[in-house]
């Protein structure tokens, strides 16, 4: 196992080793205490790294950078760039405490995560394991995520800031940093980033699965809150008076059309998601999802949800209903520009450096850099080299963890060639 690989892995079991589930409803950013144990370490750890203007706010943000190291002679341009990790792990129902096990050139077939609970990953049910044979990989125990989810970027981000400054003839740019909580809940941890704290030119998220994947265009979401107050009365005398909100929910559900849900569209099918109806004999509220890679196919799916509230109140004017509606992130895509576009061309140039082909993907959901690119600064996305997110089979095959950090070198060192104007050096 070479240095680097070592350091890779030490740092992420470390990492998942700190449970940081974020909490769904909080009203509080970070969502939950645990939190703050994960990014206080990273904190202590970028102190030692010698970064700069190292900060954790309020809403635990941890923000920092680390300066530009350029050859002698040097006269470009080169552009100030971030990188942006989060530091919760997703709540699925499972264990927040992470026990990991190491299987060392994984010989093919079913895995055992668990004996003791009979938890077993079936090869028959993940071929993408085939392609890992003989690779070391980190599985679960089959009670929890295993948290690559944003920790194996977190490994990857922190091995590279280390890599930088212990190799002065690495030359980079100005490297800033962001490790924010809650992203699995709505990036509050993004939106509670103070900008001026990561003050760059475009930045990148690793927050994609599969060796390969590369992300700029993902989903613009927004949620939608319609509340049914309706007028209870006794069965004796009900008729004529009773406004049943729980039937009215149920009515304003079968508005919709039942083929754009998400369990009937694929690759760029938006659709509108009922979450859940929670009723009374007096009230109900409908939560909806919205998704659409398409601003206008978004904004449509906003104005039918109108349209089915007045529907609603044309049936049971009776009724009160109150919609409203919140845009939570937007296409990474609709944010691109000639001249921010040079951060996907410097990602496929690394890749292609590298020998990795890229597979591009338009994620049907989103990321930090999904609402950061709706803030100026473009933000794409690529792989950690984990597979299976948000699942008790969820694995990191070690090769794939070394490959995401090789591309977040190369990435530095291309963003250094391409502003490279050298009076009296090469690089």
Known sequence: ????????????????????????????VPSTPSQWNMARLLEAELELLDL?????????????????????????????????????????????????????????????????????????????????????????????????????????????????????????????????????????????????RFPVDFAYTIDSCEV?????????????????????????????????????????????????????????????WIKSIQSNATRAVVQLAIRDHHKAGYEAKKETIRQNVQRLLQQEPRAKVTCTLEDIYGNIADAMTPKNRKAVDILYEALDDLGIQPHTIAMRGGTDGSFLSTRGIFTPNYFTGGLNFHSPYECLPVPSLEKAYHVSLKIVEKVVENGALISSHTL
């Open 1 to 28: 196992m070479s240095e680097i690989t070592h350091e890779l892995l030490t740092r992420f079991l470390r990492y998942i080793n700190i449970p940081s589930q974020s909490r769904a409803g909080a009203a509080t």
């Open 52 to 196: 700069e203007d190292v900060h954790l706010s309020d809403h635990c943000v941890l923000t920092g950078y680390l300066p530009a190291s350029l050859p002698k002679g040097f006269t470009g341009s080169v552009p100030k760039i971030g990188f942006c990790c989060h530091l919760d792990t997703v709540d699925v129902n499972l264990s927040p405490t992470i026990h990991p096990h190491l299987v060392k050139g994984y010989p093919g077939g079913d895995v055992i995560l668990n004996e003791a609970k009979h938890l077993v990953m079936k090869a028959s049910d993940h071929p993408e394991l085939a392609a890992h044979v003989g690779e070391d990989i980190v599985f679960t125990d089959g009670t929890s995520v295993l948290g690559a989810d944003n920790k194996a970027a977190l490994a990857n981000v922190m091995t590279l800031l280390h890599t930088l400054s212990t190799h002065p003839e690495i030359f980079h740019g100005d490297i800033y940093i962001a490790f924010v909580p809650d992203e699995e809940v709505g990036l509050k941890g993004s939106k509670s980033l103070e900008l001026d």
């Open 212 to 272: 390969g994947e590369v992300v700029y265009e993902t989903f613009n979401a927004g949620a939608a809150t319609v509340t049914i107050q309706g007028i209870s009365a006794h069965p004796m005398n009900a008729k004529g008076r009773l406004v049943n909100p729980t039937l009215l929910a149920v009515d304003f559900a079968n508005f919709f059309d039942r083929k754009e849900t998400p369990e009937c569209t694929e690759d760029k099918e938006g659709y509108i």
